[in-house]
């Protein structure tokens, strides 16, 4: 005779499997006569950089209930879907009751300009006529084929250009929406489903605005990334500027993003915290948690909203458990000055200047920093900082050469691992300090094998 936590757990698998047939139904084009199972959730997972199992696990399952876009990430709109005119109008029809009106009109104005300024688009609000993309907030089924599932789930979606409903864009009203990082950050939908709008399909590059997960995006810092310029400008042409006698500001395109395959990676920081190894760079970071086998992939930004870019050095005070140091160092915005952060939050008075911390004027940035095992001592490369006196120690600094013997090119990043002090040399991988000979071994070690 089964028992009831037996039943109980088949019914959870089969609710389960349930919901994995029809988010690839949703977002795969799954048909179950014609194409199987195994096939197109291993089409999902190689989408969102899993491992290829064709079978159903936690990873799997946790990317499936991630807060998404509405449209399907198998559907390629092709090269002709695009407007005429690069002259375009959008109104707002309603507006969410969690942002006030005049907000949603500054949101959405930054959001299109995005794409504008990277193409010769325009976008011209307008309130009485009709225009080319209707924006709207909607609720439920709104007859366009595609109903919203309430809070969470499917946040908005949009449709490719065209007349009549083409280029409209729907948001979910039963979500909370709002200007800053918490519940859904309006801009960062936006920018998104504009993208939609304009012609581009989804794309499985997570470090792209057009992946279909929500992720969070810092309105005030935000530039479209390099795949995302490279698509629209396909479409649009590039933004073309006038010769004048007045400098004109041309947008950065930001790097590509990094492949955690590339032998020649080199990382801005490297730390511990807790159980996880976190690999920092440019605007991404890498998780290496002992209990997954894959890395993941995501915005410095999504985990520390305050924070972007340019982070240089980071450890863990293990005394206080959750509080850690960011030194956010090449950030033009920013200069020489360090966060003390706890989980999400950046705690009352920083940023603060590295010299706060006893650093002379000379220094002008900090390479990188490591935690020792003795409680309280930790080393910016290559200063001693006793954090307990907060204070440096005046024997230091000291080349690097005479404290790691045999590291021949620049620090990047240092971390302490499994006991064992591991440098990531500038374009040469990671190496370590063996105790034995008191000197550097560059190993060559890929993050993906650590």
Not at 103 to 129: G, N, Q
């Amino acid at each position: 005779k089964r028992s009831y936590s037996h039943q109980v757990h088949l019914n959870s698998i089969s609710s389960v499997f349930f919901l994995m047939q029809e988010y690839l139904k949703k977002f795969y084009n799954y048909n179950q006569i014609r194409i199987s199972f195994q096939g197109k959730l291993m089409e999902m997972q190689k989408y969102f950089g899993l491992r290829r199992t064709g079978e159903l696990n936690e990873e799997t399952l946790t990317a499936m209930k991630k807060p998404r876009c509405g449209l399907s990430d198998a559907e390629d709109y092709g090269d002709s879907t695009r407007w005429k005119n690069v002259n375009l109008t959008y109104k707002i029809e309603n507006y969410s009751p969690s942002v006030i009106p005049v907000e949603v009109k500054k949101i959405f104005k930054s959001a299109w300009r995005v794409w504008s300024d990277v193409t010769p688009l325009r976008f011209k609000a307008r309130t009485k006529k009709d225009a080319d993309i209707m924006i709207s907030f909607q609720r439920g089924d709104h007859d366009d084929n595609s109903p919203f599932d309430g809070h969470g789930g499917i946040l908005a979606h949009a449709f490719q250009p065209g007349t009549g409903i083409g280029g409209d864009v729907h948001f979910d009203h039963e979500e909370i929406w709002t200007a800053n990082s918490t519940d859904y950050n309006l801009f960062s939908v936006a920018v998104h489903e504009f993208g939609h709008s304009l012609g581009l399909p989804h794309s499985n590059d997570p470090g792209s605005v057009m992946f279909p997960a929500y992720t969070y995006l810092k309105p005030n810092d935000f530039t479209l990334s390099y795949e995302d310029v490279q698509r629209i400008q396909d479409m649009y042409g590039e933004l073309y500027v006038a010769a004048t006698s007045v400098p004109v500001l041309v947008p950065r395109v930001p790097p590509k993003t990094p492949n955690k395959c590339d032998q020649n990676l080199s990382f801005d920081a490297v730390m511990r915290l807790q159980n996880e190894v976190i690999f920092f760079k440019d605007r991404f970071m890498w998780r290496r948690h002992p209990e997954f086998i894959d890395l993941r992939l995501s915005f410095i930004s999504a985990i520390w909203p305050a924070l972007s870019s340019g982070i240089d050095a980071a450890y863990e005070n293990t005394e206080q458990r959750k509080v850690l140091i960011l030194l956010s160092l090449s950030c033009e915005c920013s200069g020489n000055q360090y966060w003390l952060v706890q989980q999400y939050d950046i705690l009352e008075g920083y940023p603060k200047s590295i010299y706060h911390l006893g650093f002379p004027k000379s220094v002008k940035s900090i390479d990188a920093a490591l935690v020792t095992r003795k409680i309280g001592t930790m080393f910016f490369i290559f200063f001693r900082y006793y954090e307990t006196q907060k204070k440096l120690d005046m024997n230091y600094p000291k080349h690097i050469t005479e404290m790691w013997p045999g590291m021949e090119s620049k620090v990047d990043a240092a971390v302490l691992f499994n006991g064992t002090v591991c440098p990531f040399g500038h374009f040469s991988g990671m190496s370590v300090f063996h105790k034995v000979y008191e000197r550097i071994i560059n190993i060559q070690i890929n993050i993906i094998n650590i």
